[in-house]
């Protein structure tokens, strides 16, 4: 596609549930990253994936966050037992190669999470 | 460690100039600088590499001080689609992130 598209673009659960968010990069970008936007907040940073290997989780607020990548191109942020405090806009962005490369960032429009 | 922006929100007539702030604690490898649009993603707008390096787009520019750790961003002559939320994200050590600011919330009032 054009662009980094993401789906569901909203989605309501229940506390408890699991969820899944889907990020389809665009293609040939290596490099995705997964964000967390708050409500009137900045950009929390979850997750990055270089390939199909995630360098760095360092991010991901607990055991109940966990993300993939299969093939390259499409990643998964999965969210087990929903918490309320787990509402926001997530955000996925690729890029064509790594930071140290300086490449920019291209951002989807975001999953908005409500947890009831 | 988040870099910190200031201000935190801006308010300016149309035609009016802006500088937001962006400084951190870690030594620097880059910055960049996105705005984003109420309900949208955010758009890159620049990458500033080097120190004292100084980029430019349409009348939005940008300078980044190396040994600060500090970078600018300066909308002159603002205009209505100026309005949005700017985010500095800086790069650092293993630049295995991108590392966003709080934001600032500029408004450009006709």
């Known amino acids: 596609g054009a662009g980094v598209s993401q789906s569901p673009s909203n989605k309501v659960t229940e506390k408890g549930k699991d969820v899944e968010l889907r990020c389809d990069p665009i293609?040939?970008?290596?490099?995705l990253y997964w964000y967390r936007q708050s409500l009137g907040q900045g950009l929390e940073f979850l997750i990055y994936?270089?390939?199909?290997?995630?360098?760095?989780k360092s991010g991901l607020p607990s055991d109940r966050f966990s993300a993939e990548r299969t093939g390259g191109s499409v990643s998964t942020l999965t969210i087990q037992r929903t918490q309320q405090e787990d509402s926001a806009v997530y955000l996925c962005?690729?890029?064509?190669?790594?930071?140290?490369?300086?490449?920019?960032?291209?951002f989807g429009s975001g999953t908005q999470l409500s947890v009831l | 460690q988040q870099p910190v922006q200031s201000p935190q929100a801006v308010i300016l007539r149309e035609g009016e100039d802006a500088v937001i702030n962006c400084s951190s604690s870690k030594a620097l490898y880059s910055v960049h600088w996105y705005r984003q649009k109420h309900g949208e993603a955010p758009v890159f707008l620049m990458i500033l590499l080097k120190g004292g390096e100084q980029k430019g787009h349409d009348k939005i520019s940008a300078s980044f001080n190396e040994k600060k750790q500090q970078s600018s961003l300066y909308l002159t002559a603002s205009q209505l689609s100026y309005s949005g939320t700017y985010f500095c994200?800086?790069?650092?050590?293993?630049?295995?992130?991108?590392?966003f600011g709080s934001g600032t919330q500029l408004t450009v009032l006709p």
């Open positions: 293609s040939g970008h290596t490099a």
């Open positions: 994936f270089q390939g199909n290997s995630a360098p760095d």
């Open positions: 994200g800086t790069v650092s050590g293993s630049a295995r992130q991108l590392t």
């Open positions: 962005a690729s890029s064509l190669g790594t930071l140290t490369t300086n490449e920019k960032l291209f």
